[in-house]
């Protein structure tokens, strides 16, 4: 503790370390719950204290040591969140997968989130076989599906989590600044990216909703493998405040899962809150406990949603690698705005040389912290890539941003080429891919298309190999085993030739600003794709 009393901007670890932390609760709060469910569950912090050390103890009899990476392939729900905590509380690193990975995209997060055990829902595992894993050799599996896969010790994830038994000591203590987490960011001109995360990282998040209690509650529905997800959780933690752990947003359900779970908070991302005012009016509208949200990014809509709803609505920007740099007050006015730095953030747009623009002119967001470890601390394997974001000091996003003469920050476009589909960061790298390996198509670019709820979709446009033809629907059937359902385009152009620069690249803008009109429309002929649901 003394290297922490140093620097008093250096949180203690009971209130960082997700160890400490639930001792502390475990103390302070035992009977104050800290998580309700679906299904009408409840466990209080002294509960759910004494599950995690009997599941950390079932991963210490299964091998797993203190700074030890362990991957989980699991869909919201207690076992995911009661994994991710005992993997922690053993000292050991989380490297969630996003559940919708298949083929070379899951090859790749296996390899670099590295480890030789994974904790997996069966229904999933039948994907791995005949891949190139890396070091994984165990999986631990839970739920209906597959017993066995070829190539790998397969045992069954309950007998770990489950069994009674209390944890061996730690080599030593867990430090703020220890690795919590590897999530895995989008790839915009590669491969996604694996941000190293720290305790202090994921604290930094959380510390930066200033207005939420410890008598608030925050509804959880973004998965555990994005920041979004693993950040709704934590920011509850760390206050000893709880949450409410619901698969999925789904808008005829919604406010039923409000009332049910007596939430507080949460995040509304993209078109939730389209989908939430294209219900028809009703008298229970204000019947709720929904006290206030978070909504990213602050559209038109916002108005309307804290009138019909009676919502306080604050805004943010953020990214896997930082910890909620912008934020604003309550119920900002400014449609596009993302706040302004909370405290202890410097930001500024900068031009390619990362010269400071003057107000109002539209540049690259940069950023840094002054509390050593809040951000990402690097990308796991790719040392080039980390060099180039963090260059002179400073993070660079990738993304444009102005600055206007109230000092508000205002996101203008991604300076990289990738594509959010309600929640889901989409890398078109990927998705050119595989649409490459289809026989006939020549050339690919996969760019943001708006659709008719205002958010991205995915839009392809191609051209094909002399002589050949690309069938949209062939296409796309061809893509669902291959890509995770958020990745399929919904949008497909063939031209005889792509619009290209002097120097032979795709213009892309050019692209974009032709939109969808007049494109071939996946949902109109096939349908919409939706995540499959696993149930916990």
């Not at 008093?8 to 469910?37: S, T």
């Not at 026989?439 to 708006?450: F, I, K, L, Q, T």
Request: aromatic share 8%; glycine share 8%; net charge negative.
């Amino acid at each position: 503790m003394a290297a922490m009393a140093l620097d008093p901007r250096m949180p203690p670890r009971d209130e960082c370390v997700l160890r400490d932390l639930l001792d502390r609760h475990a103390r302070e709060r035992p009977d104050a719950v800290f998580a309700v469910f679906r299904d009408g569950r409840r466990w209080t912090y002294r509960e759910l204290h004494a599950k995690v050390r009997a599941a950390t103890a079932g991963l210490q009899r299964a091998g797993v040591a203190q700074g030890e990476r362990v991957l989980c392939w699991l869909p919201n729900g207690a076992e995911a969140i009661l994994a991710w905590f005992a993997i922690n509380y053993a000292g050991a690193v989380f490297a969630p997968l996003n559940t919708s990975y298949r083929g070379e995209l899951l090859a790749h997060a296996v390899r670099t989130g590295g480890g030789t055990l994974m904790l997996a829902h069966r229904r999933l595992a039948d994907r791995l076989a005949g891949l190139d894993t890396g070091a994984l050799r165990r999986l631990a599996l839970t739920g209906e599906g597959t017993s066995e896969v070829q190539g790998f010790d397969c045992t069954d994830l309950a007998a770990i989590l489950e069994a009674p038994g209390e944890p061996a000591p730690l080599a030593r203590p867990i430090e703020p600044w220890d690795l919590q987490s590897i999530i895995f960011t989008s790839g915009t001109t590669g491969p996604s990216k694996a941000v190293l995360s720290s305790y202090l990282h994921l604290h930094a998040a959380g510390a930066a909703f200033h207005f939420l209690r410890e008598d608030d509650r925050g509804l959880t529905t973004l998965p555990l493998f994005h920041q979004a997800g693993t950040g709704a959780i934590y920011r509850m933690l760390i206050r000893g405040a709880s949450i409410a752990v619901v698969e999925s947003f789904r808008t005829h359900e919604f406010w039923d899962d409000v009332r049910a779970t007596e939430a507080t908070f949460l995040t509304l991302l993209g078109a939730m809150t389209r989908f939430l005012l294209g219900e028809p009016p009703s008298e229970r509208d204000r019947e709720h406990t929904l006290r206030h949200a978070l909504m990213v990014p602050l559209t038109e809509d916002a108005r309307s949603i804290h009138e019909r709803f009676g919502i306080d609505l604050y805004t943010a920007f953020n990214m896997t690698e930082v910890s909620c740099p912008l934020f604003s007050g309550r119920n900002p006015g400014t449609p596009g705005s993302c706040g302004r730095p909370r405290p202890g953030i410097e930001a500024r747009v900068a031009d390619e040389n990362d010269c400071e623009m003057p107000t109002g002119a539209t540049g690259e967001l940069l950023l840094r912290a002054d509390m050593p470890w809040a951000f990402g601390h690097g990308y796991e394997g790719a040392p080039e890539a980390t060099a180039r974001a963090w260059r002179n000091g400073w993070f660079h996003t990738g993304d444009a941003f102005r600055v206007d003469a109230q000092g508000e920050f205002h996101f203008v476009d991604r300076l990289k080429d990738a594509i959010r589909r309600r929640g889901e960061n989409v890398s078109s790298f990927e998705v050119e891919r595989e649409v490459l390996q289809y026989p006939g198509v020549r050339e690919a670019a996969a760019v943001a298309a708006r659709s008719e709820h205002g958010e991205d979709e995915v839009l392809v446009v191609l051209s094909c190999q002399p002589g050949a033809d690309v069938e949209p629907r062939a296409l796309v059937d061809f893509l669902l085993p291959r890509l995770p359902h958020f990745m399929v385009p919904r949008y497909l152009r063939v031209l005889a030739e792509l619009p290209k620069t002097p120097t032979g690249k795709v213009q892309k803008h050019v692209l974009r600003d032709a939109g969808a009109a007049g494109a071939w429309d996946r949902e109109l002929e096939m349908g919409a794709l939706k995540r499959e649901r696993l149930g916990s």
